[in-house]
Nanobody, 123 residues
Framework: QVQLVESGEGLVQAGGSLRLSCAAS????????MAWFRQAPGKEREFVVA????????RYAESVKGRVTISRNNAKNTVYLQMNSLKPEETADYYC????????????????WGQGTQVTVSS
């Protein structure tokens, strides 16, 4: 079992920045690929970014490339999501997720999920 807890929720104006954190506990964090997904009310869960267990491979959704950075600190069992130039349409609940093996952009392949943290971008 892996427990994930997101933090860093907040309200930010369009064009602003926000940093989310996801702290993991349980199994060896460095064995897991990590990802961030988001889900807006009435919409499907959407892939944002994923990072391999080593941090050597990162995959971004096209919609966030150049504005979003993912990083991880395996010594601290934490993954971070830095979001810049935020847009109102990016208002959503943001979830971190973990899976063993290779990273994936599909939420169905992730085994463990945090409870989500709310991000609101005002226009």
């Amino acid at each position: 079992q892996v427990q994930l807890v997101e933090s860093g929720e907040g309200l930010v104006q369009a064009g602003g920045s926000l940093r989310l954190s996801c702290a993991a506990s349980g199994r060896t964090f460095s064995n897991y690929a990590m990802a961030w997904f988001r889900q807006a009310p009435g919409k499907e869960r959407e892939f944002v970014v994923a990072i391999s267990w080593s941090g050597g491979t990162i995959r971004y959704a096209e919609s966030v490339k150049g504005r979003v950075t993912i990083s991880r600190n395996n010594a601290k069992n934490t993954v971070y999501l830095q979001m810049n130039s935020l847009k109102p349409e990016e208002t959503a609940d943001y979830y971190c997720a973990a899976k063993r093996g290779l990273l994936s952009t599909s939420w169905t392949e992730y085994d463990y999920w945090g409870q989500g943290t709310q991000v609101t971008v005002s226009s």
